[in-house]
């Protein structure tokens, strides 16, 4: 069974630090892909980042890792969203996804698991 949950989100000023937290309810994500995606009003979800299920980082695009770390704990149980210097531009709904197994897709229905995300507001 997988429950995904997001947590952190809140509102925060332009150019502070948010970490973002994905757990399965405390089971074991070992196995799953995890992808972090951003939603804002009339757009669809767009993947930032995603952890393959080896625990290899990628962002999309590049550049994006010049402010935002994906990262697992050691028990692989959460998977993390590290963001700095946020901008105004980074306010929306953040969402956790799974996959089973490998790849990392950009499009969401690549991903089966949802939780049910978390607003992030950042005020200028």
């Known amino acids: 069974q997988v429950q995904l949950e997001e947590f952190g989100g809140g509102l925060v000023q332009a150019g502070d630090s948010l970490r973002l937290s994905c757990t399965n309810s405390?089971?074991?994500?070992?196995?799953?892909?995890m992808g972090w995606f951003r939603q804002v009003p009339a757009k669809e979800r767009e993947l930032l980042a995603a952890s393959t299920w080896t625990g290899v980082s990628v962002y999309s695009p590049d550049s994006l890792k010049d402010r935002f770390t994906i990262s697992r704990d050691n028990a692989n149980t959460a998977v993390y969203l590290q963001i700095h210097n946020l901008k105004p531009e980074d306010t929306g709904v953040y969402y956790c996804?799974?996959?089973?197994?490998?790849?990392?897709?950009?499009?969401?229905?690549?991903?089966?698991?949802w939780g049910q995300g978390t607003q992030v507001t950042v005020s200028s």
């Open positions: 405390g089971r074991s994500i070992r196995g799953f892909s």
């Open positions: 996804a799974a996959r089973i197994g490998p790849g990392t897709p950009s499009e969401p229905s690549g991903y089966g698991y």
